[in-house]
């Protein structure tokens, strides 16, 4: 089982250029979200998606899109990126909805640098 | 908003060795989930053990279990037998909301960093 899979793995980026982190998951979830992780900290809500055409904002949005077409995919779009947006991102799911309290899936997570 | 909050930014032990990290929380919900995850220097999230608010037994994996005080909104972990593989931090995370879905995502503590020594 592949489970969440996230590409890349690391990435370099310069000032506003932008770019796409890719997440896809193959259990059918429902339920799929982004997280930032800075040094010292947890990891932080971006965005999430309860179904496919359904999408919205977490604790720390700004900078980011998302879109949800399929159930499997839920890419990350950082249109300028900004240093401040150098961090480690998780994309994670979960299935029968997240109101059953399911542990969600992680994936191994993308090291992102903005110089 | 939920907050979460663990105390413990390091900690050692010897291998073999019974070691808590403490974990609390501030929420005004009455049904949630509590969860400890860890992440080894290989980054990846893996769950150790989950929590039901509405049950009061404690949940235990092997030799993982929790201390779940509701009502002192604490929920520790506690790592028997400590081995070199446990090494790694060790994130505290609510899931609340449960109302509406629980579409809010965790909300995760700042980490503690467990060092197993050999």
């Not at chain 1, 690391?10 to 890719?22: D, E, I, N």
């Not at chain 1, 496919?52 to 949005?61: R, Y």
């Not at chain 2, 929920?75 to 809010?104: P, W």
Request: net charge neutral; with cysteine; hydrophobic share 30%.
């Amino acid at each position: 089982n592949a489970g969440v899979t996230q590409t890349p793995k690391f990435q370099v980026l310069k000032t506003g250029q932008s770019m796409t982190l890719q997440c896809a998951q193959d259990m059918n979830h429902e339920y799929m979200s982004w997280y930032r992780q800075d040094p010292g900290m947890g990891l932080r809500l971006i965005h999430y998606s309860v179904g496919a055409g359904i999408t919205d904002q977490g604790e720390v949005p700004n900078g980011y899109n998302v879109s949800r077409s399929t159930t499997e995919d839920f890419p990350l779009r950082l249109l300028s990126a900004a240093p401040s947006q150098t961090s480690v991102y998780f994309c994670a799911s979960s299935g029968t909805g997240q109101g059953a309290g399911q542990p969600q899936h992680f994936g191994d997570g993308t090291r992102l640098s903005i110089l | 908003a939920q907050t979460v909050t663990q105390s413990q930014p390091e900690m050692s032990v010897q291998e073999a060795e019974t070691v808590t990290l403490s974990c609390t929380y501030d929420t005004s919900e009455n049904n949630y989930y509590l969860f400890w995850y860890k992440q080894p220097p290989s980054r990846q999230m893996i769950l150790v053990i989950r929590q039901e608010a509405y049950k009061q037994q404690n949940a235990t994996e092997n030799r993982f279990s929790v201390n779940f005080q509701k009502a002192a909104k604490s929920f520790s972990l506690k790592i028997s037998d400590s081995q070199l593989g446990d090494t790694a931090m060790y994130f505290c995370a609510f899931l609340g909301g449960l109302s509406g879905g629980g579409a809010d995502g965790l909300t995760f503590g700042k980490g503690t960093h467990l060092i197993i020594q050999p």
